[in-house]
Every structure is written in C-alpha cells, then in structure tokens.
C-alpha cells in the first residue's frame, strides 16, 4: 500500500481555515467499488506494508506515533482499530480508551489522564477517544464543567477556545519531542449510525454494544457536528493533521485509515539501526563460536 498513501490524502486536513465538515461525505469510496475479499485482501497488504514499519520504529526507538480516534456512536471506531493494527507487533502498540473521568482524574487537569498514556519512543500509541471528548461531550453537555471542580471565574465563554489552544499548543510539543500526532474523525452519516444501531439490537450476537444513552446522545447531532468542526478548525496542522475519513463504507474507512497510518510512517525515514564495526566484530567472533559448538 505504500503506493496507496495517497488514498487518504483526499481527507487529510492541515489548515482549519476554511474547513466545512460539510464538504466530506460520509458515503465516499473514492470512486473505489471494491468486493468484500478484494478489499480484505488490500487492507491485508497494508497491515504488512505497516507491521514492517512498526517494526522499524520499534527498532529505531527514536520517535513515537500517537493515533486518536474520535467519532459518533456507531461509527467503528473499535472494529476500524482491530483490523488496521492485526499485524502490528503487541509490544510495539498501546491502546487506551477514554469515558468517563474517575474522580482521581478530575483532581487534575483535563489532559493529566491522557497525558500519563502518550507513547514511549519505539511505539504507537492509539487513544480510542482523547483529550478531545473535553472539547465535544464537555462542550455539548456544558453542566459537566461543574463537575471538574474549576474555580469560577475560569468557566468564561472563552473556555471551550482556550481549550483548543492548550490541545493545539500540546500537541506542538508532542511533534517537537519526536511523537508525531495523526488525528482521525471516522464521519458517518445519521442515516447510517441509525441503521448500525437497529442492527444491534436486531442481532443477538451485537445486543452488548447498544446503550439507551448512545439514542439520547443522537439527539444532539447537530451539536456534536459543530462541536467536531470548531475542534478540527482549531487543531488541524501540517504537523498534527485530521483525517476525515468516510465512515459509511467499513472497508474504505479501514483502507483510508492504513493508508494514513503508513504514510505517517513513511515520513519519518525509518531504517533499523547501523552496526559499527566493533559490534560486527563481536558478531563474527558469535557466529564462529556457534559454529563449531556442539549439539
């Protein structure tokens, strides 16, 4: 797939200026109409073309790559993670998912709890949710402020950009340090997150993904869109991008987002460590040794 980089560019966004969440299409293939095995047999390619990568910065142990996941319920976030990363190295990988914060998590700033979880140099870190949730769930449902124990005159109208900034300003920082920061929004339609929700509870083996709190949250829809665009607006920068990745298609959601992944790989210039000569030396010196040993 290293080719098929350029699959994903289509919805990398790096300037927030101008952008409309209404200009992506959650129904997009790329003019792509792929079998299911045609596309599982891609997506294979890909999950190789990355765990060789992986492999590389893991070896290299200089840099580090943090992938953030956010999207509306339904959207497939879980499965989409699942398939991209099969073929990635469990010691070179860290997942974490972030709900709802514990009450040691609100004794401390909104980005403590994530912060604890960024990746070691040599991995890929994956946040399913991030930091972002208090810029969107937060922001949708402002009396959860009161419970994040700010002093008052801090909760100004400003909040929610004085957030975006920290978010921006830290994820600077991140780059800077050697752990570059690729953000996905998996975008699915309404039409379609309804239709993945009557799918849970029409099949038996998916009744335990649904919640009655996931049809609650559906109420706020246009809420939630302006909250994900003023977010991706804010944040969205040549060193810290978003993808908006159409959702409505799994198998194009899981392609764009290896292809991402990978071109985020791929612009670090990996290669394994050089040997030095005395490390050669030592080589040889094993190699012989083994050689005419016995049994």
């Known amino acids: 797939m290293g080719k098929d980089a350029k699959l994903s560019r289509p919805y990398r966004v790096e300037s927030g200026k101008k952008f409309r969440l209404k200009d992506f299409d959650p129904g997009d293939t790329g003019g792509l109409k792929l079998e299911k095995d045609h596309a599982a047999e891609k997506l294979e390619k890909g999950v190789d073309l ?162 009655l709190g996931d049809v609650e949250e559906r109420k706020h829809w246009d809420a939630y869109q302006e909250a994900y665009e003023e977010a991706i607006r804010a944040t969205a920068t040549p060193w810290a991008p978003w993808y908006v990745v159409p959702a409505d298609a799994k198998w194009y959601t899981r392609l764009v987002v290896a292809s991402a992944v990978i071109d985020a790989l791929e612009r670090m210039d990996l290669a394994y460590p050089e040997v030095d000569e005395a490390k050669k030396a030592e080589l040889e010196k094993a190699r012989e040794a083994l050689a005419t040993a016995k049994g």
Request: with cysteine; aromatic share 10%; hydrophobic share 40%.
């Open 50 to 211: 990355l765990a060789a990568l992986q492999d590389k910065l893991y070896a290299q142990d200089k840099r580090a790559l943090l992938l953030i996941f956010q999207a509306m319920d339904a959207a497939g976030k879980d499965g989409t993670i699942k398939h991209v990363m099969s073929g990635v190295n469990p010691q070179g990988c860290q997942v974490f998912a972030f709900k709802a914060p514990s009450a040691e998590e609100l004794d401390h700033d909104f980005l403590w709890r994530t912060t604890k979880c960024l990746p070691e140099r040599g991995r890929i870190g994956i946040f399913n949710r991030s930091y972002y949730e208090e810029v969107l769930v937060v922001r949708v449902h402002p009396q959860i402020l009161a419970g994040q124990k700010l002093p008052p005159e801090l909760v100004t109208k400003r909040i929610w950009d004085e957030r975006l900034e920290d978010i921006a300003a830290m994820e600077r920082y991140l780059t800077r340090n050697g752990i570059a920061v690729v953000k996905f929004f998996l975008n699915v339609s309404k039409k379609e997150q309804r239709k993945r929700f009557l799918d849970r509870l029409e099949e038996p083996d998916k009744n335990w993904k649904f919640a």
